[in-house]
């Protein structure tokens, strides 16, 4: 297996991306292809290709942060997220994975791998950590304002892929609504809701934030807008959440000594580290695009890397390409 | 002044709404009147008035919370809610309170109370604790599909609300968003944006997730349908975070002792208790009306008589509606 890695994505490339290639391959014995600046990568590598299975591919030009993502990626046709995005297009990689600008890598993946036909909107499916899990969240935040056949697009995808990829059978599909009850919602989540029962999915109903956490479902499905002010505000409250508990314990640091008081906030931040869960793949494109935390540091970076092969592996994109035939052939029948 | 208190409304009603208003009596001064069923509440009262601060005003009836909120108080017009609200149309009470279900407090609200003309959607407006205090958010749930005036609506309330009954001069307002940049965000922030610089507030720009809790503003305002999703995510997921917390620590109880634990585990709980922001006023009906969270025992109910009674005294709906002619003044001028 070989996957394209953007060495100059992120807030910390290409240093803590080549790191995480080299921790990936070790650890999974696979190919990295490394896509940027040849000698900014060389550097960084140093001669340690992890017994051949890193690469670089020479890509000159970088798209920023702050460039308008569809100008960027037509002007700039030999940046490093592009020419990642088209070795898997080309069959030379067998998918993507990006700590750079979301939006240059969505829209690389939407001109380069294409849809699949049946897919009105890709949707990014993070996961996010539960009192007893995690949860599959979709969309993430590529389609801000999201129709009815969205959701049940994004909700067919996240069963496939919490099936598959997390290994979980007949995944409990969630409706994230402000309200258990069926007649709750707003105009798209009481459409979803009577068009999700009826879909061939373990749909379990309505989904409230204060359940979001609480694994009362595998799935959870909502508008990208939605999705993505959720995921921010977890990120947000959890960090400043781990302050407090900083400062409260730091009280007790003369009583309980700087070690045990080290020791407590790590067991919590690995529990509440993010890193953990790797990277959310684009589901929805002819392909394996797999989306980093631009904050991503070697150890985020192998975990989005270990995403993408198992994507790769489960053969999730052929599994909604067959799903999707499979109700066209319903569809015909009735 | 006097608070009329549905009695009845709450998980823990009517006990724990009875101390409520005896602590909120005997430490503000003020007159509460308890409404609900008159043997029930003399019961749980056992004559301790709050030397005569506290009477009871009888109301047979009761909203449950499975009930649909417009039939029920249409059907119900004994019930406990119908019967405060109305006390304040009356000028027997100025403010009204409740712990019961929040449609029926609304509808009772809308109906009883009426909208402040010029005012198409009353916003309920909660505040969240922040790293450095405190911000308002609006709407948290009463409105599911928001239009651009329902947000510059709420964005001048909010403002008069953090100015007036919190204190915060130039309240910073803030557009609850998926990215900092004007050019970001759904149909309803993109349009909302251009319309909050335009006024005469102190607009700094869009908010997201992350930032909500960091008090980089003092005012967010979103749709109703956001608002609830991020507010109880927020509540499941700090509840989650310190649940892990007591649960390192207990790990750690043999070592620091059980009372350390538990002074620790005490600093913690109060910073994160909900219960200490009290009710949320709903602002846009012409009348004062707190809407207290559900599972509020005596604290939380006496924190929401709180602001109540400082809503009232900083005459917030005398504002809102003098803020509304001016700006029509000004309409007709231009």
Not at 7 to 12: E, I, L, P
Not at 90 to 102: E, F, H, L
Not at 176 to 197: D, F, Q, R, V, W
Request: charge should be negative; glycine fraction near 12%.
């Amino acid at each position: 297996m070989r996957i394209a890695l953007d060495a100059m994505g992120g807030d910390h490339a290409p240093m803590e991306i080549v790191r995480g290639a080299r921790d990936a391959a070790q650890e999974f014995g696979i190919h990295i292809l490394l896509v940027g600046d040849q000698d900014r990568i060389a550097k960084e590598l140093n001669g340690e290709d992890a017994g051949g299975l890193i690469s670089i591919v020479h890509a000159p030009e970088v798209v920023g942060m702050d460039e308008h993502p569809v100008n960027a990626i037509r002007k700039k046709k030999k940046s490093s997220i592009v020419v990642a995005t088209q070795l898997v297009k080309a069959g030379s990689a067998d998918a993507v994975v990006s700590a750079g600008s979301t939006g240059a890598q969505m829209a690389s993946s939407l001109f380069i791998l294409g849809r699949i036909p049946g897919i009105d909107r890709p949707a990014i499916s993070t996961l996010l950590p539960t009192s007893d899990g995690v949860v599959v969240l979709l969309d993430a935040g590529a389609n801000v304002d999201c129709r009815t056949q969205h959701l049940e697009q994004f909700a067919m995808m996240g069963s496939l892929y919490a099936e598959r990829v997390l290994g979980l059978p007949h995944p409990r599909i969630g409706l994230l609504n402000i309200g258990e009850e069926e007649t709750k919602g707003n105009e798209l989540t009481l459409a979803a809701y009577s068009l999700l029962k009826k879909l061939d999915l373990n749909f379990v109903g309505n989904v409230e934030g204060r359940e979001l956490f609480l694994g009362r479902s595998d799935v959870v499905v909502c508008d990208g807008f939605v999705g993505n002010v959720v995921l921010k505000a977890a990120e947000g409250l959890a960090m400043g959440l781990l302050g407090m508990f900083q400062q409260e314990l730091g009280r007790m640091e003369e009583v309980i000594g700087r070690e045990r008081v080290l020791h407590l906030l790590g067991g919590l931040k690995r529990r509440m580290d993010y890193a953990e869960y790797g990277g959310a793949p684009l589901l929805g494109v002819d392909g394996v695009s797999v989306i980093s935390h631009g904050s991503s540091r070697a150890k985020a970076i192998k975990n989005a890397i270990r995403v993408a092969k198992e994507t790769v592996e489960q053969k999730l994109v052929p599994a909604i390409k067959a799903n999707l035939e499979k109700d066209t052939v319903k569809g015909v029948d009735e």
